[in-house]
């Protein structure tokens, strides 16, 4: 490359610049020098946008700095307002990137291609500014952009464009806080304005300068200050543990500048004495602003109050209609009392209405402050208005009955009173009814909400707080109708069951208990008379499942539609190889249909007749109407295309070894050598068509030409087997005979006879058919001899001599003589002079070295011998289930590729902290205590990847399987990594869509010669096996290295680079890979020898620099491997106003790398996921999404499908990943459509960057709240109008845990999660904002759900505590004689049985299953499931669940759990299981446990034991599921030894008293103590509802002592802070500490006795690794350890 001038204004230091003649270092291209030697460079676009940034012209230049002649406006604009040099570049790159980019996307292209079209950078410029102009409009400002929308002023536009880059890209915390960017870029751009206006300044007579510049000013002057806020708060927070009430969060800190007085109180330049900034001590600054997070259940109730009132007032109506005890409750309601008692429902609502206002003002009081008066106004007048409609309720009600019984019946007087009662009820929900009118007609309330007029806010005022978000949110009028029907079909069937089967039924019993009398309490009578305590009890657990059975419906209900809603997509119609060979004709019109751009009219493009022809078409090619495939053999080049796709495809396969050598030969598309006349199918297609069609010959002997073709023409297969066989046969005995022989021309004349009786169609006349196997026979024969290594000529040439007497004495129906053959040229003219036999001398095989003849040969053998269907082919299952998918996916709707130079650009972003990157050797080699190594037990796993692997090594140099640790080591070491959880696992599959661009942009520019050439150039070189020596050796500073050298890259002109480059980077977020590399840790090795590897890879990190004694500069700084200097360069470093991680730590780091990103769309990939190359194919089709409509909006996320991977390798594994397939497929797809509410869950999901830039980027960052960072991304989306979509076509591969241990902790941080969500302001908009029905499937599937999995245990609990107390208070034995009772208990033990099975949650996965894979699969799979005791780990991970997501929104404590993603097959011991799960299922478990055992002994219905078993078995489930899934799934778990030994280690545990820096893991008073963290942090009322929970162990004054004692010790624990400085304490503890010894060894006892019972252990194994099992693996000496000697 050229070399250049440095730009000037260099003048902050870069620690290594470099020397003045090389040259600045660039990222993608070298905007800075356009006439540098680069692939990108080539586009006239790149060029037209960086000379548009040149325009710099008459503008004044700075003062007191040299302006240069090749600075341009970003230059400008930074020696203005003190930006940093490198933000400025950054930002440069991104610019001209980002315009050309959208230049080239323009059809028709603009008339002069060489300067920048005005229409891209306008469509630009109002897409970044968009959320600026409606925040404007939102505060009544007038916009700052002053441009007409007439005449186009270009400069002017990219000034502002490039104004509002250059403050987001060096904002760094700000960047979470949109709203608060739009102030900054407000005042600038204001102030840019007065300098372009030329503007004189009133003090000073000068030209107006900005209010801030110089070097670094806008960092130290304005970013500076608003961080230094957030970084105050976040460190009064205490870490998070501080109430959420006390300190500003981000969202607090973005929603003061949704208000004027952002204005009034900061102005500009930035007052830093305002009460916005946190001083120290001086006045009271800003508290919360616009929402306040409280710790309370009452949240759910305030969220999602409309969905509680309908639940309350139906079952309150419900139960007045059905005590009348009619059939169906119409009945009842002909009667005037019941329908004025019905009316009660009203005043029940008024009561709800207070209780809201109530709540809103308890939480929501600390938003008041004399800058918000009208706030507090108007919360006070809620509740006096609440009030007042209470009291005239309660007032005219009154008067309704007072009337009627002082008349005795329904009088005009009463039915008076009654009609105005009526009337008032109108005006109570006058407000109601506009809304569902509003509701009917969406489009008009969209308007109002987003049309910002005074009259609508007064209108509104009442209603709703004015909020800059959650403003028209409604869908347009189709989804309107999906939806609502939805859920209207689902609340029906609800109410219904809820009336006939819950509500009904407790009717009778509950009358009879009412009027029970003389009960013989057994002890005290709560209720003076009656039994109300009774009647209580007996209904809690209906009113429990009452309320959370809506979940079951919505379940059932929603898996059916996403059933149905697949089908629709065409899914799981090709599911295995049977299904694939069906279709496999019609692929190669499906991937030119799907895959490659057409050159379409341009007028043509997304017309309702374009669309209407594509349908036409795709129907076609799904059932191969009109024979597509035929066309294929007329166009060679659509052939070829299919060819180098599909065989690069089938190559990506090879080196990830999950197929061998052999499977290659069998699956790849050979090209088109030897003559042969017709399409060559890859040989598992032909497999035994050449034999049916033999036997089809012999069968009809005497039929006629044309009947036996037609025959054999009806499978395409046969077909092409035929004439290939022919073909090649033909070929191959041609080419093994010399040429200018005899032999030869005897050979040719046969064949051009068999030619011409084959023209004149009397072939089976000409010859007899019966002699064919004969021939058949022979053939093999021969093509046997060549395949052989050592080839023995004489046996050749006797073969063939054989195959010549067939052919000329038995072949020919007319037998000819001697001189006959001689004169048609089928004998030698004189055989006398062949002294010796025919073919003796002639017969010349081709040198061993040629490969590719000799691949034609065993090609050629397989058509004629194969006789199996190769059903199995390849044998790897993942290999099938891709291609299957893959194949599936061409047949599905998706939008048009277009060419790879018109395609969106995006990029992919991975945060990465400190995980494996490579597996080293010893991480490999070390052994576990069962001596089980990480390498053994991936060669266990994946037995037939590791052959293949060896095979491959083999065929790269390898001698012997000992160099894998010498010479081959780096390959093992990959290979291991590639099937864990790696980086570089993520890495390669991210990579492979660089992979992918490059050669579709080969494609894409290729002439019909260049592919043609190139195919036979490659199969050559592929079957000469040259193509492994180049890819081995080829030196890294070639063009492309060995892991994305491709076969296909040695085709590539060089243009294919620059254009992948342009459309596709790479990001990982490695955090701190900076001081990595100071302690020269080996992670930071590894991650550059990746960037090594990959060059569309970059690495953004944080760099710490000390500069003082304690004090640091904070940098980020992105950087590349630079293959000229051989060396890793830094490309920016962007200086930060403070250490970077105030919030959550992965939100942070993925928005400090977020900068660097490119393109139009970022992909959001955790490190847990892998990418496959056939799939990212696909990606330019996903892409265009973005241009079609979904509803009334364009997508903003585009959802993508999971894989997940990780389900081989236990059955726990497996529970875990088809739980997972069905949430990320089966919900996802019914989330976005019918119900609209999908929001951003999994991590492959496709966002709109530039959406997302301007508002608050990927994620959510504050502490604690946003501890599930990603989710808020929805939120946050669906809140500012956003559209999320979900797309089936593509898939992205995902990791999950896979032991027990993990997946609790997983499971509990998701809980955790939702528990802080609760009490998010993000929930509570959402609630409120969405219409009614988009709001129950907002509620239903996120923290819903977890609520209601709460409810189910809460329901257990209830029950059994009920029925104790009736059987203790002597109730139940009054009761017990009669049946009614029993009638209500049947009612409760049904529900709950049937919600325990946990049938919600296997219904789902079951659906899922049977649409992709069969249904009678998929009810296989569930009984296998069944029988791996599924149900206890479902049971176990509800417990998990309920446990941390109850605690969290008592009390907090949630916490980032890392939940470690190695493999597992480790014993854990007893001890570590103990401390994990005593305080959230063991204790729980032993506690109904002794419930049931008592109440067996207290009950009088129990006497009898099918009546108690029925009753309880369900709870006794839950009680064994709680105490022996850690066992049950734990490797060895029921070993005597490790049991006894795991015992002993439990003890030392318990005593031991150690030193004060003793860990949990050590000690158990260290662990006890911080189980009651969350009694530190939690607020007075949550230990109020601590304390009164504690209250049971109290009930009885049987006081059972174990109760009484635990009882006081929880509650003491509330009481620690006093307590702990008495002697109480130490005696508190000791009984403590008694208390786990005797629960520890309650849990052992049952363990103990199954470990001793023998047979019992093997089993376990057998049910845990069943999976593994079944392919036939060695999992027992695994987990025994009993590894096999000689294993590597």
Known sequence: MSNLRHRAGAGQSRPDRLPEEEEEPYNIIPVHNLLADHPSLRYPEVRAAAAALRTVGNLRKPPYVQWLPHMDLLDWLQLFFGFQLDNVRNQREHLVLHLANAQMRLTPPPDNIDTLDAGVLRRFRRKLLKNYTLWCSYLGKKSIIWLSDRSSDQRRELLYVSLYLLIWGEAANLRFMPECLCYIFHNMAMELNKILEDYIDENTGQPVMPSISGENAFLNCVVKPIYETVKAEVESSKNGSAPHYAWRNYDDINEYFWSKRCFQKLKWPIDVGSNFFVLSGKTKHVGKTGFVEQRSFWNLFRSFDRLWVML????????????????????????????????????????????????????QRRLVSRETKLLGMRMVLKGVVSAIWITVFGVLYARIWMQRNSDRRWSNEANNHLVVFLRAVFVFVLPELLAIALFIIPWIRNFLEN????????????????????????????????????????????????????????????????????????????????????????????????????????????????????????????????????????????????????????????????????????????????????????????????????????????????????????????QNTWNVRVIRWPCFLLCNELLLALSQAKELVDAPDKWLWYKICKNEYRRCAVIEAYDSIKHLILHIIKVNTEEHSIITVLFQEIDHSLQIEKFTRTFKMTVLPRIHTQLI????????????????VNTLQALYETAIRDFFSEKRSSEQLVEDGLAPRNPAAMAGLLFETAVELPDPSNENFYRQVRRLNTILTSRDSMNNIPVNLEARRRIAFFSNSLFMNMPHAPQVEKMMSFSVLTPYYNEEVVYSKEQLRTENEDGVSILYYLQTIYADEWKNFLERMHREGMVNDKEIWTEKLKDLRLWASYRGQTLSRTVRGMMYYYRALKMLAFLDSASEMDIREGARELGSMRQDGSLDRITSERSPSSMSLSRNGSSVSMLFKGHEYGTALMKFTYVVACQIYGQQKEKKDPHAEEILYLMKNNEALRVAYVDEVSTGRDEKDYFSVLVKYDKQLEKEVEIYRVKLPGPLKLGEGKPENQNHAFIFTRGDAVQTIDMNQDNYFEEALKMRNLLEEYRHYYGIRKPTILGVREHIFTGSVSSLAGFMSAQETSFVTLGQRVLANPLKIRMHYGHPDVFDRFWFLTR???????????????????????????????????????????????????????????????????????????????????????????????????????????????????????????????????????????????????????????????????????????LQLSSVFYTFSMGTRSHYFGRTILHGGAKYRATGRGFVVQHKNFAENYRLYARSHFIKAIELGLILTIYASHSAITKGTFVYIAMTISSWFLVMSWIMAPFAFNPSGFDWLKTVYDFEDFMNWIWFRGSVFAKAEQSWEKWWYEEQDHLKTTGILGKIMEIILDLRFFIFQYGIVYQLGWGLILIAQVFRPFLQSTRLWQPMVSVARLYDIMFGVIVLTPVAFLSWMPGFQSMQTRILFNEAFSRGLRIFQIVTGKKAKGDM
Request: glycine letters at 6%.
């Open 1256 to 1426: 608050g980027g990927l994620s959510k960052a504050s502490r604690v709240i946003n501890i599930s960072e990603d989710i808020f991304a929805g939120f946050n989306c669906t809140l500012r109008g956003g559209n999320v979509t979900h797309h089936e076509y593509i898939q992205v591969g995902k990791g999950r845990d896979v032991g027990l241990n993990q997946i609790s902790m997983f499971e509990a941080k998701v809980a955790s999660g939702n528990g802080e969500q609760v009490l998010s302001r993000d929930v509570y908009r959402l609630g409120h904002r969405l219409d009614f029905f988009r709001m129950l499937s907002f509620f239903y599937t996120t923290v819903g759900f977890f609520f209601n999995t709460m409810v189910i245990i809460l329901t257990v609990y209830a029950f059994l505590w009920g029925r104790f107390y009736l059987a203790l208070s002597g109730i139940e034995d009054a009761v017990a004689s009669n049946s009614n009772n029993n009638k209500a208990l049947g009612t409760i033990l049904n529900q709950q049985f049937i919600i325990q099975l946990g049938l919600f949650t296997a219904l789902p996965m079951i659906v899922e299953n049977s649409l992709e894979h069969g249904f009678l699969q998929a009810i296989w799979d569930f009984l296998t499931m069944l």
């Open 312 to 363: 309350i007032l139906f079952i309150q109506a419900a139960v007045i209609v059905a005590w009348e005890e009619r059939e169906y409750p119409w009945q009842a309601l002909e009667e005037r009392d019941v329908q004025v008692r019905a009316l009660t429902v009203v005043l029940t609502w008024s009561v709800l209405r207070f209780l809201q206002a109530l709540l809103d003002f308890a939480m």
């Open 451 to 670: 049309t910002n007029w005074k009259i609508f806010y007064a209108l509104t005022w009442w209603f709703q707080s004015r909020s800059f978000v959650g403003r028209g949110l409604r869908e347009g009028l189709v989804d309107n109708l999906k939806y609502s029907l939805f859920w209207v079909l689902v609340l029906a069937t609800k109410f219904v069951f809820s009336y006939f089967l819950q509500i009904k039924p407790m009717i009778a019993p509950t009358k009879q208990l009412l009027k029970l009398k003389n009960v013989e309490y057994e002890w005290y009578q709560v209720f003076g008379h009656g039994n109300r305590l009774a009647v209580g009890l007996l209904w809690v657990p209906v009113v429990l499942i009452y309320l959370m059975d809506l979940q079951l419906f919505y379940s059932i209900y929603s898996s059916l539609v996403g059933a149905a809603v697949g089908l629709f997509q065409h899914l799981g119609e090709i599911r295995n190889m049977q299904q694939l060979r069906l279709r496999f004709q019609f692929f190669a019109s499906a991937m030119q249909f799907n895959l490659m751009p057409e050159e379409q009219l341009l007028d043509a493009r997304g017309t309702l007749k374009s669309k209407f022809r594509d349908a036409i078409h795709r129907l076609k090619l799904r059932y191969g109407l009109g024979r597509p495939y035929k066309k294929l053999e007329s166009n060679q080049v659509e052939a070829n295309r299919f060819a180098l796709i599909w065989n690069e495809i089938i190559a990506t396969f090879r080196e990830e070894d999950i197929i061998s050598d052999k499977e290659v030969e069998l699956l790849e598309l050979p």
């Open 781 to 796: 024969k021969l093509v046997d001899l060549l395949n052989k290594p050592k080839k023995d000529l004489n046996k050749v």
